[in-house]
């Protein structure tokens, strides 16, 4: 059995809480003590029927203003598939806790009311969706019970969506379901109010969507995370390197080079839990024995030899601005990329992006919470980096602020600058 | 189907080891939060897959309500024992005493919200800036928001409106002086997920998560097993029925379920098929009201 991380996402009220609930209820997957306490609540809708959103709104506030605050975490499963949820809040002051769900996630279901159609936050979402290189779309036209299940209306969203996603969107895999959470028309069972629409229901699309390619097997990259030194009689000249493959595979006798210091070696073992593995590959947590005393700490990334690959302390890249205090240019902050920890400056603040116009703003000299920019960072220490759309595992990266220590920004490389570029650029 | 493929329970491991990973990494004085119970029994051999043949970077750190099942407390020390691992216990009843608190009673007596003030005493005695503990996000609705590092004020308060945003598998553990954070390797994992994994790792659990026997009283509706800390009305029904736990905190608190279920298999049969969340079925705590568990959080509460 696989796992299929998902999110849902669009507009504030749309009905993101409401199709999560649908799901494991209909799915059968709501204990009969959670039924009743939001039974006991007294919170019905039109029709008299339990508020399901209320299974996903589990915090004070949320229950008395009736909207999602912060993103909740559910999981359900069929024979098929293990689900883990991530319901995100539709409220643009909450953005960041979106991306926080949105950022784990390999696919994204974007809710549009199909009496209000495509908003400013549908397409904001979607394209956090796609910056965050989530592999596929899945846009439900929701309550089409209000605009009594109109093939017409539908069609136009898909038509406006089809267009907006033509010009902005990088995924490839965008699939359109008219769905009525409150009802379950085409949730779990197929809608008899909708005989136009002729393709699955949203479980049967969520079961078939191919998880298996979103890790990247190609290019073998291990982030040390910890250094086991047992010091035992038993273990005495034990040297371990602990971590998780983020993308490849790494195997007994790979010849390997470890970044930054250029290090070389092959690997004597591959273990997990003890065991000798013939082969590991991401996403597992495993511990690489060297056939060498090199000297490794935390942080430092073992990579294999063939790939001649290079460190570089400037980049740019994409940011997701999540703090209250605007970004400008100049700004210091802590810069987190896998196990590493290194001071970074924002050089240059590139453009921003209008979520609504869809244009660049290019004079832009500060960025806002819940804007997305382009930015030139340089870093104290160099990193071994991927772009993003090539190794999501390995392109991401987080913005610390330096006095709070609070996340402020999310950031994915577009592009490296490497030491040759800079000599020539001087 | 592709070679390179990791079955659901591998990749939940492999990111719990990393998330153990990240703390031994990241602080300078971490400890594992063990209560004896399936939860964080299983953390624990995700440590051993996380540090072995090395020792863990952390201790056991145990709040022992001096209410707790003479089974879990005897298999905790002989885990401790056994792993050679450093177990530090410290009791509710001393912080009683110290703090001059006063000893919850009438008919939902417990000390289980006590525990948060032995908990502070402790991160304070010993320094501790993270510590790792075992909830899950399918527990209950408040945890369902809570981040794998949630960080907390220096007395322990959750905010829900203050979490850090957390992307991808990039954890921040940075904190000022005075808070610490809280990091929850197996948020992701559900009941059957862990009794799962448990059956495959052959891992032996305290007696008292499969069927016996066991003198209990009827409260509310729940099977609360009889012992010198309940408290008793005269009229309490007591019963003699064959049962099992299904989480095990203290005994004030957790209630039974009836069930012959004897074995790993027959108990996970048993949970596939059960109507009743975990929590619903066995605390008598979060029912006091609709956001209890919110609100024990905000105060401090693992
Ligand atoms: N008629 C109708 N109402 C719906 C449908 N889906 C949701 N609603 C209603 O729309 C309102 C908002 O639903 P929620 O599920 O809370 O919306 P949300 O998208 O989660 O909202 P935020 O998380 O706050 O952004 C509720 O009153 C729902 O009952 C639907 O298919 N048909
Ligand atoms: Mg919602």
Known sequence: MDILRFITAGSVDDGKSTLIGRLLYDTNQIYIDQLEAIESSG?????????????????????????????????????????????????????RNMVTGASNSNLSIILVDARNGVQEQTRRHSIISSLLGIPHLVICINKMDLVGFDENVYNQIVEDYKQFAASKLAAKDITFIPISALRGDN??????????????????????????????????????????????????????????????????????????????STIKSVELGGKELEEAFAPMSVVLQLEDDVDISRGDVIVKQEENLDVSKEFEALVCWMNNKPLRAGAKLLLRHNSTETRAVVRQIQYKVDVNSLDNIMDADQVQLNDICRVQIKTATPLLLDKYENNRANGGFILIDETSFTTVGAGMVESITHESELNYMI | MNKRYLDYLDQLEAEAIHIMREVAGQFQKPALLFSGGKDSITLVRLAEKA??????????????????????????????????????????????????????????????????????????????????????RDEEKARAKERIFSVRDEFGQWDPKRQRPELWNTYNGRISLGENVRAFPISNWTELDVWNYIKREEIVLPNIYFTHERECLIRDGKLMATSDFIY???????????????????????????????????VIAEIIESKISERGATRIDDKLSETAMEDRKKGGYF
Request: with cysteine; aromatic share 10%.
């Open chain 1, 43 to 95: 919170r019905v809708n039109e029709d008299g029927q339990v508020d399901l959103s209320l299974l996903t709104d589990g915090l004070k506030a949320e229950r008395e203003q009736g909207i999602t605050i912060d993103v909740a975490y559910k999981y359900f499963s069929t024979p098929k598939r293990k689900f883990i949820i991530a319901d995100a809040p539709g409220h643009i002051q909450y953005t």
């Open chain 1, 187 to 264: 949730v779990v069972d197929r809608s008899e109010n909708m005989p136009w629409y002729e393709g699955p229901n949203l479980l049967e699309h969520l079961e078939k969507v191919p998880v298996s390619n979103d890790f990247n097997l190609d290019d073998a990259r291990f982030p040390v995370q910890y250094v086991i030194r047992p010091h035992t009689h038993e273990h005495h000249d034990y040297r371990g390197y602990a971590g998780k493959i983020i993308s490849g595979t790494y195997s007994k006798g790979d010849k390997i080079t470890v970044l930054p210091s250029g290090q070389t």
């Open chain 2, 232 to 266: 008793r009305d005269p009229e309490d029904e007591i019963v003699t029925r064959k049962i099992r736990f299904r989480t095990v905190g203290d005994m004030t608190c957790t209630a039974a379920v009836e069930s012959v279920a004897y074995d790993i298999d027959t």
């Open chain 2, 51 to 136: 540090f072995r043949p090395g020792k863990f970077p952390f201790p056991l750190v145990h709040i022992d309500t001096g209410h707790n099942f003479p089974e879990a407390i005897q298999y905790r020390d002989e885990l401790a024992e056994r792993l050679g691992e450093k177990l530090i216990v410290r009791n509710v009843e001393d912080t009683i005493k110290k703090q001059n608190l006063s000893e919850p009673t009438g008919r939902y007596a417990s000390r289980n919200g006590l525990q948060t003030y032995t908990l502070l005493e402790s991160i304070e005695e010993f320094g501790f800036d993270c510590c790792i503990g075992g909830a899950r």
